[in-house]
């Protein structure tokens, strides 16, 4: 298969490319300069444009682009990037789709998409929540909709917390749980929907290599944590007591109250029944296990 993926430069990009490529696909990067690879493929989604020939029998694309979400105050400045840089990209992959005829499109989307579920469990048949992040995914997954109409078969990849041996999720909380910092979040009740990087870009690879796949895809683990029982299994993980409550007035004043209210003290007990349903095996299927393995992959890479 040739693929094609936007935002291979990323965590999750990176480690997607050299799996496909452990499989035997033929992968292509778009990259938003001036292309020093034969691998690589220039694109400039402002305008609209890209490098002729870059979907010429391509048999399907995976669009992860999308700027950081959590690591700023949610300015009006910083919205409209979060949004652009999503929503931008998939209308122009989407209408190349569907020019080019390229039979599928994943597309990253998140579990934001539900909103604020409590301890209520959800899955890929729950409606629309509320809320910035909600509406921002609702946004990004509706500018998949010209490749859809054309024929595609698009998969909306629905991503919770990655974790992986380096960067993402782990990347922020490692060495403060290594300096003894750790500690819940507010009430600590707040689901944390994770997922490990193997599973993460295991199950895309599974999406694009099963062509009855289509529609909302859950990217999370089958046992969601709560943010209490996270710090904690974290804690034992790397051996580190996490005794600190982190009262989500600090973090407030420190993130801003819609990011912190949207991002941290809320949550989603989301559940890949998608996957499920269509015999997807999870490699690590607890958070546990996940965890273990992040940290056994980290202290290799090191090694």
């Known amino acids: ?35 020093r690879a034969a691998d690589e493929r220039t694109w400039d989604p402002p305008s609209g444009t890209m490098d002729d020939g870059t979907l010429d029998g391509v048999h399907a694309v995976v669009n992860l682009c999308g700027s950081a979400m959590g690591d700023r105050r949610w300015s009006g400045e910083v919205k409209q990037a979060i949004r652009d840089t999503r929503i931008v990209p998939t209308e ?10 390229v039979p599928v499109l994943v597309n990253a989307s998140g579990v934001g998409y539900y909103g604020d579920t409590g301890d209520c469990q959800v899955d890929e048949r729950t409606p629309l929540g509320s809320g910035f992040l909600a509406q921002v995914c609702r946004d990004w997954e509706n500018a998949t909709a010209v490749a859809e109409q054309a024929g595609a078969r698009v998969v909306r990849a629905r991503t919770g917390l990655v974790i992986s041996p380096s960067g993402g999720l782990m990347g922020r909380l490692k060495p ?48 969601p944590v709560t943010n209490a029982e996270f ?13 600190f409550v982190v009262p989500g007035l600090a973090l407030r004043l420190v993130l801003g109250a819609e990011l912190v209210d949207q991002m941290l003290l809320t949550g989603q007990r989301a559940v890949p029944a998608v996957l499920h349903e269509h015999g997807y095996r999870f490699q690590h299927p607890t958070l546990r296990a996940a965890l273990a393995a992040a940290l056994q992959q980290g202290h290799r890479s090191r090694a």
């Open 231 to 243: 710090t904690s299994t974290m804690g034992e993980a790397i051996h580190r007591p996490a005794p």
């Open 1 to 35: 298969m040739r693929v094609v993926i936007a935002g291979s430069s990323g965590l999750i990009g990176t480690a997607l490319v050299a799996l496909l490529r452990q499989a035997g696909h033929d992968v292509l990067r778009l990259v938003r300069r001036p292309a």
């Open 92 to 101: 122009v992959l989407a209408a190349a789709i569907a020019e080019h005829q």
């Open 176 to 223: 403060l749980f290594a300096a003894g910092l750790g500690g819940r979040l507010g009430s600590g009740r707040q689901y944390m929907p994770w997922i490990s990087l193997d599973d993460e870009v295991g199950a895309i690879r599974f999406a694009l290599e099963h062509e009855e796949i289509a529609g909302p895809v859950n990217l999370s683990g089958p046992e």
